[in-house]
C-alpha cells in the first residue's frame, strides 16, 4: 500500500502548498550561497537549486498534490529519462514511484459525490483501498451487482479545476532551474500540456477512446482491451473490467521466440496506430501494459492520453519512415527542420551534430536482420550526445505537441524492447507499414 495523505482540492489550498515549497527552496538556495561564499566560491544559482535536497522537497511536494502538478513532472520525462541531465532524472524517478492514495475518509466523501450517498448500493463489493495510484486518479477493485470483477478509477477531488494554476506553477520552478533553452517556446508547451490534462481529466473522453480501441482492435487475438461499465461512469470516474495480469517486465522471463513474438505485437500497434488508426495512445508507461500468462495476450491499459493524429502528420512520418529506412539522413534532417524540431537558419557545426545523432538513433530500423535491444549501445551513446548538444542547445525548435507525443510514445516502446532484451528486425515491420 501506498502511504495516504490527504489532498488539498481547493485552489487557495494547492496555491499555498507551492508557496511553501518555493519558500523552501529559496531558504535553501540562500543557505548553500552563503556557505559557497564562506568558501570563496561564487554560487552558481543553477546548480544550487538542482540539489538533492531541494529536488527532494520538489518530488515530495508534487507528489502529495497529485494532479497535474505531478502529471506534468512525468510528462517532462516522456519516458525517456536516460536522455535527461541526472538531476531531472531523480526528480521524475520520484515522480513515477510515490502518488499518494486519498484517506479512507476523503475516499467515501469523492464517491458520495459522485454517485450519491448509497454508492455502496451500486456494488456487491468494493475494496476501498486501491490497488494503483496514479497522479490523476487511483484504481479499486470492486464487483458488479451480477458478479463481475471491475475496475474502477477514481479522480482525486479538485484536479480537474486546478490544472491551470498548478501547470503555471510548474512552469515557474522550470522556468528558475534553467533547464529549458531560451528559444524553446515554453508558454506554448505549457498550453498544450494544459490541453493534455484536462482532456486526460475528463474520463468520458478516456471512456470514447476506450470503446474506440475496443472496436479497432476486436479482431485482433493478441490484445485485451477492457470492457467498458458506461452506467457507472462519468467524468470523474470510469468503471471498466478488472483484466488481471503480469508486470509487461515479465517478457524478459520468457523464451526469446515468444518473447520476440510479443514484442512485435507491441511495434505492429504502434505503426497501426500512427499510419493505419490516426488514433495513438501516448502514454508508454509501463504500467499500461500487463501480461496475461495463459493466454499470452497483453492487455491494454490507461487511455486518457491517447490523440487523434491528422492525415497530414501521418503522411508526414511515412515519408521520415522511408528515408530513415533508405539511409537519407539529409531529408530526415530536413523533415525535422520542416516540423519545427531544429530551427532553419543554423551553422553548419549543428547540421552535422544532428545529423549524426539521428544517424545513432536510427540504427535498430536501419539493421539488417534481428536488432539485439539487449546488447544496443544506442541510448548511452544519444545520452552521451546529449550532454554535448547543451553549447548547441539554442538552435532547437518547438514542434507541434502530437509530434512531442508522437515520439514519448516512440522512445517508450523502445525503452521496452531494451527492458525485455527484445531481438526484432525492426526494419522489415516497419516497410510492412510503407
Given amino acids: 500500500m501506498k502511504k495516504a495523505k490527504s489532498l488539498p ?37 543553477k546548480e544550487l537549486l538542482l540539489t538533492s535536497k531541494n529536488i527532494h522537497h520538489l518530488a515530495e511536494r508534487l507528489a502529495h498534490l497529485r494532479g497535474a502538478a505531478m502529471k506534468m513532472g512525468q510528462l517532462l520525462s516522456m519516458d525517456a529519462g536516460e536522455l535527461l541531465p541526472p ?9 513515477r514511484d510515490n502518488a499518494c492514495v486519498l484517506p479512507e475518509e476523503q475516499l467515501v466523501q469523492t464517491m458520495s459525490q459522485l ?15 486501491p490497488f494503483a495510484a496514479a497522479s490523476i486518479g487511483q484504481v479499486h477493485l470492486a464487483e458488479s ?40 517556446d515554453l508558454t506554448r508547451l505549457l498550453l498544450e500540456v494544459k490541453i493534455q490534462l484536462i482532456r486526460e481529466a475528463d474520463y468520458e473522453i478516456e471512456a ?34 478488472y483484466e488481471s495480469g503480469e508486470d509487461i517486465e515479465v517478457l524478459s522471463e520468457l523464451p526469446q521466440a515468444q518473447k520476440n513474438q510479443l514484442c512485435a505485437q507491441l511495434v505492429k500497434l504502434l505503426f497501426r496506430e500512427l499510419f493505419e488508426f490516426r488514433l495513438m495512445q501516448t502514454d508508454p508507461n509501463f504500467a499500461n501494459y500487463r501480461y496475461q500468462r495463459d493466454s499470452q495476450k497483453i ?5 486518457g492520453a491517447t490523440r487523434e493524429i491528422s492525415e497530414a502528420l501521418s503522411h508526414f512520418y511515412r515519408d521520415v519512415a522511408r528515408a530513415v529506412l533508405s539511409g537519407d539522413v539529409d531529408t530526415v534532417y530536413r523533415l525535422a527542420t520542416e516540423l519545427g524540431f531544429y530551427q532553419s537558419d543554423v551553422p553548419v557545426e ?39 548538444h547543451a553549447r548547441l542547445r539554442e538552435y532547437f525548435g518547438t514542434p507541434p505537441a502530437d509530434a512531442i507525443f508522437i515520439h514519448r510514445k516512440i522512445a517508450g516502446i523502445y525503452l521496452l524492447l531494451c527492458r525485455v532484451k527484445a531481438q526484432l528486425n525492426l526494419n522489415k515491420i516497419l516497410a510492412e507499414f510503407l
Fill in 115 to 129: 454517485l450519491g450517498n448509497n454508492w455502496q448500493m451500486q456494488f456487491s463489493q468494493f475494496d476501498l483501498n
Fill in 9 to 45: 482540492s481547493g485552489r487557495g489550498a494547492r496555491l499555498t502548498q507551492f508557496g511553501g515549497l518555493l519558500t523552501q527552496v529559496a531558504s535553501n538556495v540562500a543557505v548553500d550561497s552563503v556557505k559557497s561564499l564562506s568558501k570563496g566560491k561564487i554560487p552558481n544559482i
Fill in 299 to 303: 492487455v491494454l491499459l490507461d487511455f
Fill in 350 to 388: 549543428f547540421t552535422e551534430e544532428m545529423q549524426n545523432t539521428l544517424t545513432i538513433a536510427f540504427e535498430p530500423m536501419q539493421y539488417d536482420g534481428d536488432y539485439d535491444f539487449a546488447a544496443s549501445d544506442v541510448l548511452p551513446k544519444l545520452k552521451d550526445r546529449a550532454m554535448k
Fill in 145 to 184: 451487482l451480477t458478479g463481475e470483477k471491475l475496475a474502477v478509477k477514481i479522480q482525486y477531488p479538485g484536479v480537474a479545476k486546478s490544472i491551470h494554476s498548478d501547470v503555471d506553477n510548474v512552469g515557474t520552478l522550470i522556468r528558475m532551474s534553467g533547464l529549458v533553452p531560451e528559444n524553446i
Fill in 87 to 95: 538531476e531531472l532524472n531523480q526528480l521524475l524517478a520520484v515522480l
Fill in 208 to 241: 470514447r477512446f476506450l470503446n474506440r480501441y475496443a472496436s479497432l482492435l476486436k479482431d485482433e487475438k493478441g490484445f485485451v482491451v477492457p470492457t467498458l461499465y458506461s452506467e457507472l461512469c462519468n467524468e470523474a470516474m470510469l468503471t471498466m473490467s
